[in-house]
């Protein structure tokens, strides 16, 4: 993780995760509504200090508690094929794969992961405040 990143977690470790009504309401007012996928692809490293929302159907969802606290990892897939990885330090509910989804955080980096098909897939890795099922 780039010190930028580290140092913006560290700034506003308060919404990680925006489990109330009140810090959910802070951290949709911090989101930069101006930055899309395409932006993060370009150059994530633009975005480090920024709060990015992200739209799209859930490729998959997945909860792990075996750390004494929930964990999720939820990778969602936006309207024009892109990929975002959301690493979110609670549970999502009731969410499933195949649901849409609100993901809010801040981005951490671009990455490349295999596929089921056997090609390579792009995606960004984002450290989520809030998860919101649509």
């Known amino acids: 993780?780039?010190?930028?990143?580290y140092d913006f977690f560290g700034k506003h470790n308060d919404v990680f995760p925006a489990i109330t009504a009140e810090l959910s309401k802070k951290v949709q007012g911090l989101v930069d509504s101006n930055?899309?996928?395409?932006?993060?692809?370009k150059?994530?490293?633009?975005?480090?200090?920024?709060?990015?929302?992200?739209?799209?159907?859930?490729?998959?969802?997945?909860?792990?508690?075996?750390l004494g606290a929930t964990f999720s990892i939820v990778h969602v897939m936006d309207e024009n094929g892109n990929d975002i990885i959301a690493l979110y330090p609670a549970t999502t509910g009731d969410l499933l794969d195949g649901d849409y989804a609100t993901v809010i955080g801040a981005p951490i980096t671009n990455f490349s992961f295999e596929n089921v098909g056997g090609g390579y897939t792009n995606a960004t890795l984002i450290g989520a405040s809030l998860v919101i099922a649509d």
């Open 43 to 66: 150059n994530v490293a633009n975005y480090y200090n920024t709060f990015v929302q992200v739209n799209g159907e859930v490729i998959s969802v997945e909860e792990d508690s075996s």
């Open 1 to 5: 993780m780039e010190q930028a990143s």
């Open 35 to 41: 930055v899309t996928t395409r932006h993060l692809n």
